[in-house]
């Protein structure tokens, strides 16, 4: 089993997600837990990416959509049936349904990278549009206004399931965060490890090659961007009732951006890397917001292009590559 | 009958408007095959370049068909120079790195000139249409559009730079090795791309105006038509240009501005569902 002969990263993982769970919330206030779950739900979504991009090869600019749409549905459903158990298992479906529809335009004729990220960035752009047109009390699903620019205000948050006085408050909303983190990069890991996994890598490594052994590319690179746009769905359900809001700015070229930069900066093609990247990135852009020194599209936009034309490899990898050469030769780390 | 004029007019409007911004990306990824996603932020500082000059009190012409044009084309230089060619054709990190870039520009002209918008009266005045009145820079909007994209035709067909920049597009190595140096060919046709975009930014500033976060209405649009155009990139983009335009306006007549934007998007990815490489990947090969 690949996942598991990998044991330096496979224990990294586990030990950084044991404090996650275990000491974080013991050892902070609850203030820094709830800025820190943000940083969590983000890097669920950069994961959703890292899987799509790094291992399917499918450079989506979509995730934003699918992640936006997520947070939609499940605002609009848990305002109207006041219970989140269900409105959750939507913030997934509805995404993963559109992402589905999507790649069947996408996949079922070859088209390029270019046409294929042109085409994702259509559609957070479409739902950038139609829903900041939502404004006025016509625009309505149920009992949830739309609101336009203005977003969905006072979500109300997720609850124990089946019963709606029992609420997650902070502490509990960060822990929960952290084991769903915890879930979807275990449950990628695996995935990549079963011969599904297999197949996805050898089409992104070549995939005439992997379409004359037999394998069908096309359901699989569905499968893949399906299961992609379902993570981050995932992720837009929690991002709404962290902030108990959701507006259009979800669907902004800007935050399409900085997903893309997360991954980046970890590293293209590793998991841990999207997460270490999304971390890192957020953190410095907080502070930079907090600190007010310059504008954040300047700063991400050329640390953007000093990293595609100095360090395309991102973080992970090159640490990869720095152990492997402290390490004695003739072992594989990976 | 006036309603017909106007609507006409409207049309013919629409689909100029989206053919002046996809020119100069035609020329840069129809051509060239360079991904630049920070194309609507060259519309914007050429969109800026005209609105500070002129609001300097250069002359409005001169502000609009030269600066404009030339300090795109110096950015365009630029970019090509210390970015473009550096990535040598890897298509990802193209696409990435113009990304990085068109952030950069939006900061930056945010930080300098701030969120605000700045803009231009439209020249001209306006006209009488039964009982419609009519903005006479809709036709100058239109018939620089048709100048355009005839002088870019006749440059490209009839010129020896032009037959260069072709055979160079059509075969790289074997041009070079006819002794054509295309590494330059290709850096000036970046530039001539460039300044289209600047042009462009600046002929539609008084109706649009300008502000950092402009170029995002422009790009997405843009690189639908060229792509949508297909392989060959002139003909292409101005035929998609119309299919959008029309399609796009009328949706907007029929029901809000907003519809037509998405229409627009809709109709473009299912499209490109029929027709995955383009009008032209299938009809008009011939053309340029």
């Not at chain 1, 019963?163 to 979807?184: C, K, M, S």
């Not at chain 2, 970046?190 to 422009?218: N, Q, R, W």
């Amino acid at each position: 089993m690949n996942w598991l002969r990998d044991r330096t990263g496979l224990l990294g993982a586990g030990v950084a997600g044991a404090v996650l769970i275990a000491v974080v919330p013991a050892a902070t206030e609850v203030y820094v837990q709830f800025e820190l779950t943000l940083f969590l739900i983000f890097a669920i979504l950069a994961l959703s990416l890292a899987w799509v991009w790094g291992f399917g090869g499918i450079l989506s600019f979509g995730q934003s959509a699918f992640f936006g749409l997520g947070a939609y549905t499940f605002a609009v459903a848990v305002i109207n049936l006041g219970e989140s158990t269900l409105p959750i298992l939507l913030g997934v479906l509805v995404p993963a349904l559109l992402a589905g529809l999507l790649g069947y335009f996408l996949f079922w004729r070859r088209i390029s990278d270019v046409y294929l990220a042109v085409i994702t960035l259509a559609v957070s752009l479409i739902f950038y549009y139609l829903i900041g047109a939502s404004a006025g009390s016509q625009y309505r699903i149920g009992a949830a206004l739309l609101g336009g620019y203005n977003g969905i205000p006072s979500v109300p948050p997720i609850n124990v399931p089946g019963a709606p006085e029992q609420p997650l408050v902070y502490g509990d909303l960060y822990i929960l965060t952290a084991i769903v983190l915890a879930i979807v990069y275990g449950g990628l890991r695996w995935l990549l490890a079963t011969d599904f996994g297999r197949v996805v890598v050898a089409i992104r490594e070549n995939e005439e090659r992997a379409q004359l052994l037999g394998y069908d590319v096309r359901m699989r690179k569905l499968a893949v961007f399906v299961i992609g746009g379902g993570i981050a769905g995932l992720a837009g359900v929690l991002f709404a009732a962290w902030g108990a809001y959701v507006s259009p700015n979800v669907f902004s070229m800007t935050f399409t951006a900085q997903i893309i930069v997360w991954v980046l900066v970890g590293g293209l093609g590793t998991l841990s890397g999207a997460v270490i990247g999304c971390v890192l990135v957020q953190a410095v852009m907080t502070w930079l917001g907090e600190a007010k020194l310059a504008d954040t599209n300047l700063v991400l936009g050329a640390g953007f292009v000093l990293l595609v034309l100095f360090a395309r490899r991102g973080l992970v990898p090159g640490l990869r590559d720095l152990l492997a050469r402290i390490r004695p030769p003739g072992r594989d780390p990976r | 009958m006036d309603l017909a004029l106007v609507v006409g007019l409207h049309l013919l409007h629409a689909i100029a408007s989206l053919a002046l911004i996809s020119v100069g990306l035609a020329v840069i990824f129809g051509m060239l095959r360079v991904i630049n996603f920070a194309h609507g932020e060259f519309l914007m500082v050429g969109g800026y370049a005209f609105v500070l000059s002129a609001g300097a009190g250069v002359n409005l012409w001169l502000a609009m068909l030269v600066i404009a044009p030339a300090v795109v084309g110096m950015l365009g230089y630029l970019v090509e120079r210390l970015v473009i060619r550096q990535l040598r054709g890897d298509v990802i990190a193209t696409i990435l790195a113009t990304w990085g870039l068109s952030l950069f520009l939006v900061g930056l002209a945010a930080t300098v000139l701030g969120y605000h918008q700045q803009g231009v009266a439209p020249p001209f005045g306006t006209i009488q249409i039964g009982s419609y009145t009519i903005g006479i820079y809709t036709f100058f909007v239109i018939g620089v559009t048709i100048l355009v994209i005839l002088a870019l035709f006749a440059w490209l067909r009839w010129s020896r730079a032009g037959l260069l920049v072709r055979g160079t597009m059509q075969d790289g190595e074997l041009a070079a090795g006819l002794g054509a140096d295309t590494v330059r060919i290709r850096s000036a046709t970046f530039v001539l791309g460039s300044a289209l975009s600047g042009l462009a930014g600046a002929v539609l500033a008084p109706l649009a105006g300008v502000l950092p976060e402009i170029g995002a209405t422009y790009v997405v649009k843009a690189f639908i038509t060229v792509i949508s155009g297909g392989a060959t990139a002139l003909t292409g983009t101005t035929l998609a240009a119309a299919l959008f335009g029309l399609t796009s306006q009328a949706a907007a007549f029929v029901s809000r501005p907003v519809v037509g934007e998405v229409a627009l998007l809709v109709v473009a990815i299912a499209l490109l569902r029929v027709l995955p490489t383009g009008i032209t990947g299938r009809y008009f090969r011939k053309a340029l």
